[in-house]
């Protein structure tokens, strides 16, 4: 319970810093236009909050997950790299390789994810009314079995062992927690190499120009190469969220998923009966 509550403590410090910092670079970007606190923000923000304590909680489903994962993909008879092709390869050459793999992995689940039957569960994460730095926890657990599958993708096929790649996800932690804050900053000339809180915006944005655009986690070249980028320019006052979200609670963004995979399964069972 101790150790429970100390990392509770700890996590709420590192958030309230971040928000600190997102918010003064915001307020030094726009002025006191970035200051601004709607109701539904608050809110937002809560079931966030709560949605990352659930995340923490099944971090060892997600563990329990890899080991049979890795199994797999070696039972597939998958290709793999032997780990002594790294040998002498420079730590920072192989975190790019780790991250260029990763991130293409992970951009083609994404493009799966905008599919009909995969959607529900990425919606929620797509469900916020109001996008800020903390909306990155917005994702539903079952999202997590996808993204250790992109882990254990990344690590078998390069032979990196997982520990080796798990480090460079904290920060690729950090670095989504920026790209979902509210500045709308583009990165310039390093558009195209970095992806920035902009681009990423617009993937959330709700209107129809920007639907199934920019599924990048890092590097927005995967955009560029299969044809779904998009930024037509600042993003700060475009609308985000989705049309017919769930209810802006935890509970509800919880059990969304399920629901809309029952009703789709009751509406396939009623067409097959009626065929
Ligand atoms: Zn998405
Ligand atoms: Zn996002």
Known sequence: MQVWLAGLAGQAVYLAVLAAVFTLLAFLSRGRAALTWPKTLRQSALTNFLILQFASLNGVLYLVLIAPLAAGYVWLGLPALEASAWDGVPLAVKALAALLVYDFSLYWVHRMLHTSVLWPAHAVHHSDPELHFLSWSRGHFTEQFVIAACLVFTSSWMGFRLEEIAGLALIKGLHQYYVHSKLDWDHGIFRDVLVSPQFHRWHHANVPEAYDKNFASIFPVFDRMFGT???????????????????????????????????????????????
């Not at 809309?260 to 067409?271: D, E, N, S, T, V």
């Open 229 to 275: 980028y998009y930024n037509s320019g600042s993003a700060i006052d475009v609308p985000t969220g989705i049309a017919d979200a769930p209810a802006n609670d935890f509970l509800t963004q919880t059990l969304y998923p399920f629901r809309k995979w029952a009703a789709m399964l009751q509406a396939r069972k009623a067409g097959l009966r009626a065929a």
